[in-house]
Structures are given as C-alpha cells and as structure tokens.
C-alpha cells in the first residue's frame, strides 16, 4: 500500500495569514498520463468530507481561488493564501493512483 | 440535485451483522464507481471498500477483507455494504461517495452525510 505522510498534524493560523500542508507518498503518484493522482479533502466539524483539489492542482467545483494545490511525484502541498475562520477543519491529502485509497493522517487547522 | 443518502447504521454487539446502505439520486448511477469510507472516533478517514460502475471489479481494505462485502443494485440506484463479524475498532461513521466524473477514481466531489456504526457490548 502506499503510505501518506502530512505536516504537520496541528496547524494554527492567525485570519488572513497563509497556510501550507505538505503531504508526501511512500511511492510516486505520477500517472503515465502525465497527472498526479493525488487528491486533498477537508473534513469541518459535524460535516461529511469535501473534495478541495483533484490530480494534484485542479480545483474542485466552487472551492475559492484561495486554496492551492501543487506538487508531483510524492511531494505535494496545499496552500490556503488567506485563512478565514471558516476553513477551520482536518485536512487530507488521498492518494487515488491506486484503487486501495490511502490517506494521510490529517492536520487540523486551527484558528489563533 | 446529486445526492448520496446512507442508512443502517446502528448499535451493534461484537461479531454482529449489519447491512449499510446509500442511495443514489441525480446522476447517471451505472456508470458511476462507487466507494465506501469511514471515520472511526479521535481517527482519520478511512478507506473501506470500491465497486466498480458494474460490479464486476471489487476491493477492500486489509481491516475488513473477509468481512464485508460490498454490492450494488444499478436498477435501483443503491450500493450495499454488508458488514459481518462486527469488532469494536469498526465503529465509525460510514460514508459513500462518487469521483468527480464517471469512469474517474479519483476526485470524490459528493458525499453522503454518514451513518453511525456503534459496536459494542
């Protein structure tokens, strides 16, 4: 299986700063398609998880503009350019290159 | 509107069965994968099982191979998670979701909103 690792676990963040997850995989997660198969979710407080990102960097539908995805081949990060408090969760990064989906262990984002 | 509705969840005594199911709305169900996670308490998300748009291709995690089987009625628009030898570490709430696209892996962009799993004595 491959293993995902993120940091940190616990991030807080002032409203209006910046944050950044790094997320990294035990193998590559670059496709012969030449996309990474590397998806990041948030999971708030009393709701089901939400799709952040897809393949790496494509946004998923009616995300803001400020979340961020990059990376490629095991190093991935997920940028917020300015936190509000409403991103406050724990957030995932999954690996979809295989079907057995692994995930990291999730960094909950606080706000200070 | 897309949708995902679980239901089954329940309290359950230790090696115990139950039955979990999500019903579809929305979308073209058939030609979706359809995936089953859960989160245990003070855990993170956990991949369960996948079922491919037919059925015909299926996986499961280590933790519940043996135990669960996972099926689907694309008539009828539901995925079932029959769930067997019940143990304390499987509880958790339980979620399907569907990819972004149909005959995509990835991208789970619709969720249901969960249903409890609660194995104990």
Same mark, same amino acid.
């Given at each position: ?33 030449? #996309? ?54 724990? #957030? ?8 057995? #989906? ?11 | ?7 089954? %969840? ?30 245990? *308490? ?56 569907? *990819? ?11 969720? %249901? ?9």
């Amino acid at each position: 299986d491959i293993v995902m690792t993120q940091s940190p676990l616990s991030l807080p963040v002032s409203p209006g700063e910046p944050a950044s997850i790094s997320c990294r995989s035990s193998q590559s997660l670059l496709h012969s398609n030449g #996309y990474n198969y590397l998806d990041w979710y948030v999971q708030k407080a009393g709701q089901s998880p939400q799709l952040l990102i897809y393949l790496g960097s494509n946004r998923a539908s009616g995300v803001p503009d400020r979340f961020s995805g990059s990376g490629s081949g095991s190093d991935f990060t997920l940028k917020i350019s300015r936190v509000e408090a409403e991103d406050v969760g724990v #957030y995932y990064c999954m690996q979809a290159l295989e079907t057995l #989906y692994t995930f990291g262990q999730g960094t909950k984002l606080e706000i200070k | 509107e897309v949708q995902l509705v679980e239901s089954g %969840g329940d309290l359950v005594q230790p090696g115990g069965s139950l039955r979990l199911s999500c019903a579809a709305s929305g979308f073209t169900f058939s030609t979706y994968t359809m995936t089953w996670f859960r989160r245990a *308490p003070g855990k993170g998300l956990e991949w369960v099982s996948y079922i491919s748009a037919s059925g015909s291709t299926i996986y499961y995690a280590d933790s519940v191979k043996g135990r669960f089987a996972i099926s689907r009625d694309n008539a009828n628009n539901v995925v079932y998670l029959h769930m067997n030898s019940l143990r304390d570490e499987d509880s958790a709430v339980y979620y399907c979701a569907r *990819p972004i696209k149909y005959s995509y892996d990835f991208g789970m962009d619709v969720w %249901g909103q969960g249903t409890t799993v609660t194995v104990s004595s």
